[in-house]
């Protein structure tokens, strides 16, 4: 009797069912996988939380007391005028006495603001937002 027939027919058989079995391997490894990733990135935002929650706690309830920058005051005074100011009208809104120095300072920072771009020099001397 020949029995290669029946033998080859079984590694026919072992080869597909071998094949089948790296497939479904593969399936289940797949789902797997991204279930670690999954996992894997719970776990990171859930550190991430902790440390923002950690750092909010330590900062103070009440934001610190700022000093006001003396060009944002001037755009508040500029933001009320009904039309262009000098410095000395500047000065006098914000409760500077008109002292030469404090209109020359004054003189200065509006300047600043011109090379900005935030106010324009209208006439010599006299200053109003940028249209």
């Known amino acids: 009797m020949n029995i290669q027939p029946p033998l080859d027919a ?16 593969a399936e289940i490894d797949d789902p797997q996988t991204r279930l670690r990733e999954a996992e894997t990135h719970l776990e990171h935002l859930a550190i991430t939380r902790k440390t923002v929650t ?13 000093p006001e920058h003396p060009d944002l005051r001037i755009l508040v005074v500029f933001n009320h005028a009904t039309g262009p100011l000098r410095a000395k009208d500047v000065c006098e809104a914000l409760d500077h006495e008109p002292l030469p120095k404090n209109i020359e300072g004054t003189r200065a920072k509006l300047k600043r603001l011109v090379e900005l771009g935030i106010l324009t020099e209208a006439d010599t001397g006299t ?5």
């Not at 200053?127 to 249209?131: A, L």
């Open 10 to 25: 079984l590694d026919l058989q072992e080869d597909a069912a071998r094949a089948l079995a790296d497939d479904l391997r």
């Open 54 to 66: 950690d750092l909010a706690d330590r900062l103070p309830a009440v934001p610190p007391d700022l």
């Open 127 to 131: 200053f109003t937002h940028k249209q």
